[in-house]
């Protein structure tokens, strides 16, 4: 927990596109770095999220949603296409296509390559996210490398609890580390693209319009 009331504990912190404050951020990359996991606004919904090298983090996620983190299909945001390159195999049609789009709200599915950590690796192919939020592309260049990340919706839930940080962060600020208060999130998701043969497949529809 980061910050103390008279009355309780919370953990939720403000963060803004404009000009996001270095102080916060360092609070918030310290987390991550200490294995903590975060709930976070993207340029789409509001996700959970954890340093990629962190593996007891990542097992975290998978507990808090309830999936198998060797079958899991994984996601990183990322703060330039040269953060891309350093994580997966791209050729040069692949780069042309990720650099029209981005920033911007899609999910590009590639081959890793070893540099990812095991755990992500064993899946062999990563979907990557260059997010059109500061905020996010700022907490990831301060930290260095990838934040893996996930969606937390939850189809019974309301959507209130799902795009309102204050309601995210009073049902699932137990289970985190830290909730970020960007303002009201999105309620839709990101277009996702298979970039893993000759031709680009949209396998999942979402906000964004892919341009080839």
Do not use: W
């Amino acid at each position: 927990m980061l910050f103390c009331s008279s009355v309780f504990l919370i953990n939720m912190i403000k963060l803004y596109d404009e000009n996001p404050n270095q102080n916060t951020i360092n609070k918030i990359v310290e987390v991550l770095r200490n294995g903590g996991v975060i709930v976070y606004p993207t340029d789409t919904v509001y996700a959970l999220g954890c340093d990629i090298f962190q593996t007891r983090a990542i097992e975290k996620i998978c507990k808090i949603k309830g999936i198998d983190p060797h079958k899991a299909q994984f996601s990183v945001m990322c703060a330039s296409l040269s953060d891309i390159s350093e994580y997966t195999k791209m050729d040069n049609e692949t780069f042309k296509l990720i650099r029209r789009n981005t920033p911007g709200a899609f999910t590009f599915v590639l081959n890793g390559n070893n540099h990812l950590p095991r755990l992500i690796k064993e899946r062999k192919t990563i979907g990557i996210r260059i997010p059109d939020r500061n905020l996010v592309r700022t907490i990831v260049e301060n930290l260095g490398n990838p934040i893996l990340t996930t969606s937390f919706r939850d189809m019974n839930t309301e959507v209130e609890y799902e795009t309102d940080p204050e309601l995210i962060e009073e049902k699932y600020g137990a289970l985190v580390d830290l909730v970020i208060d960007g303002g009201i999130g999105n309620t839709e998701v990101s277009t996702v693209v298979d970039c893993t043969t000759n031709d680009f497949e949209i396998i999942r529809q979402g906000i964004a319009e892919l341009e080839l």
